[in-house]
């Protein structure tokens, strides 16, 4: 029952009551139908009295109305003992049928609450199922992705041996043989890309190593800011030459404790891939500032990559993260499943928004260490 119900429930028996009693007393003896049907009609505002307000209101009530017909009985009705007892039966009658139906009432009422409170239980319930079984999932996917990362572990060590070696002897034979040439030469440009993609098939090597093993990280405290900052610094040549723009709006400052390199290479990773998505003319964005966290008492750091490239396809945004999932040519997929585990292993997380009108929009989110009169509330 709502609160401003109560005064008009208890105004409309009060009224009933009263309304009731007063044709009692002005309408005269001779009219004995109308006094029965009186009579009858006190019975409305007890019922009501008992299932608004049980059995307290059923009984309370009835008394009331004993209280005021009582006189009308003794003063109009003495004379005529027959129906005086009626009278007074049909006051007994009041407070049984007051009492009774106020206890049913409250017996009602009592069911009601137990269900409601069942209700809620069971709904508590299945979240906990729902959160629990999100959580099994959520160890699975992480079981599977470490064995994967297992399998890769022992391919990396292979791969670091079996190519990483002839790699070098490859690569110190071109710059011996480069030597002999000058620029302009046939054999010079040759050797060019001999070393140019010596040095990516190294990068790959160094990639699969990075991801299959654990990486220590070194925590101190750094100021994002200044990171992001100076990858913007080391990529703005390549972005400048594809005629790109780059902009960086960032709170100062922004510290956490973490890995520097680490987390100089995650950014660095999601920058790349923005601009290697994107055309002359296109815009990378990037924004960090310090929030408040949605649902915990600590707040974070919120960095947002947004580019006008080519973007993601909105079914594949979930795989983006995946290891060797690429929709580059020439893409390993690895840099970003690179950055993702990176990221995590700060306490972070990063998601990435495949619905964006044109190009795509990566945030990352890292536990600040911050004073609370920098956090920004949203």
Request: aromatic content about 6%; overall charge negative; proline content about 5%.
């Amino acid at each position: 029952m709502k609160k401003y119900e109560t005064p008009i429930r208890l105004l409309v028996i009060l009224a009933a009551i009263l309304g009731i009693s007063l044709l009692h007393y002005i309408t005269p003896l001779k009219e004995s139908v109308l006094h029965d049907i009186f009579q009858r009609l006190y019975y409305i505002p007890i019922i009501l009295a008992a299932f608004w307000f049980g059995l307290k209101g059923g009984i309370g009530t009835a008394l009331i109305v004993s209280i005021l017909y009582a006189p009308h009985i003794i003063l109009q009705w003495g004379d005529r003992p027959t129906l005086e007892t009626e009278k007074y039966l049909e006051i007994l009658l009041y407070n049984l049928v007051g009492g009774v139906t106020g206890f049913l009432s409250d017996q009602e009422k009592h069911r009601r609450q137990q269900l409601e409170k069942t209700a809620a239980g069971l709904e508590e319930s299945y979240r906990t199922l729902q959160q629990q079984s999100d959580l099994i999932i959520r160890m699975e996917e992480q079981l599977r992705s470490a064995e994967r990362l297992s399998v890769l572990g022992e391919l990396a060590a292979v791969l670091a041996h079996e190519i990483r070696n002839p790699l070098g002897s490859i690569r110190g034979t071109a710059e011996i043989l480069k030597d002999d040439y000058q620029p302009g030469d046939k054999k010079f440009e040759f050797l060019e890309i001999l070393l140019k993609e010596s040095d990516r098939l190294n990068r790959v090597v160094e990639d699969f190593l990075r991801l299959s093993r654990p990486q220590p990280l070194s925590m101190k405290l750094c100021n994002i800011s200044e990171e992001l900052r100076s990858v913007v610094l080391l990529v703005q040549a390549e972005a400048r030459d594809k005629g790109l723009h780059m902009e960086l709006k960032t709170e100062e400052p922004l510290e956490i404790s973490g890995d520097r390199d680490k987390l100089h290479q995650a950014f660095l990773n999601i920058i790349l891939n923005g601009i290697q998505s994107m055309a002359g003319g296109d815009t990378l964005t990037i924004e960090a500032q310090c929030v408040r966290h949605p649902r915990q008492e600590y707040s974070e750091i919120r960095i947002v990559f947004r580019d006008t490239g080519a973007g993601t396809p909105e079914n594949l945004g979930p795989k983006i993260f995946d290891p060797f999932f690429t929709l580059k040519k020439d893409g390993t997929g690895l840099g970003l499943a690179i950055t993702k585990k990176i990221i995590e292993a700060h306490k972070g997380r990063i998601e990435v928004d495949a619905n964006s009108p044109k190009g795509a929009i990566f945030t990352v989110f890292l536990p600040a260490e911050v004073p609370p009169s920098q956090i920004k509330k949203e």
